[in-house]
């Protein structure tokens, strides 16, 4: 694999690519709290498949530019960031998506603002965030699940949590949500990446935005409009066999008018791509190369 750097959207954005540069671009997107490495097990599967396989660090994740404080991170802007870096990487436009935790919440937004962009996608541990939201009114333990979201929404306290002993409340979440797996070096490089100055304030930002229209760019309120439009890319969710999530995904089917499939990963939790990766790649492949 190798890193190099792109600009697309005002921004510079670092990525590991692996495979042939003229082939079709698979992007695989991370969640949080993660990075691009994360798909370490992925993108050399998928070079040797022939794919121009690329993982971006997102909008504020080191070595990726930091914007300044006051920029945005909402939907709107971060499916944005996709379309634009799909833009400079693919000469016809056009790509696979691969998504996880954050990574699926912006590429469920990119399917349905941008739809011209992506021919087929697979997302990863999130349904789609209209199902997530529906579902987080009615049920207890779903909200209890995205406990962090409610709390990432308070003033310093959440800086604190995060940044004291070393980070260590971003490993405690990963052993919340993938409670059967180790995967302390990834974790430490996390740990480590997020003690760059502005990435732990950025990484919160992006939770902050989910709530409240001050937090939104008011210049894309166009793109903002379509991000729950009917998602007609044929479309695959993975998600792992211990992970609550899984009961929302036959009722999201209704927020798609083209192909969706959804299918579990047994034994795995919510980082399913690194717990089985030999498994997830077979069903990843399978699901692209069905053309």
Known sequence: MQQKS??????????????????????FLHGYPDSATTWQHQ??????????????????????EIPPPGAYYDRATLATDVAEIIKVL??????????????AAIGYGVLAAYPQCVSRAALLAVPHPAQVRATLKSSPKHALRSFH?????????????CARRDYAFLE???????????????????????????????????????????NADPALAAVRARLDA??????????????????????????????YEWTTVPGTGHFLHREAPETVNALLLDWVNRF
């Open 6 to 27: 792109l600009h697309a959207n005002n921004l510079d954005f670092a990525y590991l690519q692996a495979g042939p540069s003229d082939g079709p671009l698979a992007l």
């Open 43 to 64: 993108l050399p599967a998928f070079a040797a498949a022939g794919y121009h396989a690329v993982a971006p660090w997102l909008r504020g994740y080191p070595p990726s």
């Open 90 to 103: 693919s000469p016809d436009k056009l790509c696979v998506l691969i998504g996880q935790d954050w990574g």
């Open 149 to 161: 979201w409610f709390l990432f929404q308070l003033p310093w306290l959440p800086e604190w949590l």
């Open 172 to 214: 405690t979440l990963w052993r919340l949500w993938s409670p059967d797996f180790d995967d302390t070096l990834h974790v430490t490089e996390i740990r480590r990446s997020m003690a760059a100055p502005g990435a732990l304030q950025a990484s919160l930002a992006y939770y902050r935005a989910m709530f409240g229209k001050r």
């Open 230 to 259: 009917p998602i007609a890319v044929p479309t695959r969710v993975l998600i792992g066999g211990q992970d609550m999530r899984r009961e929302m995904l036959e009722p999201a089917r209704r927020y798609f008018t083209g192909e």
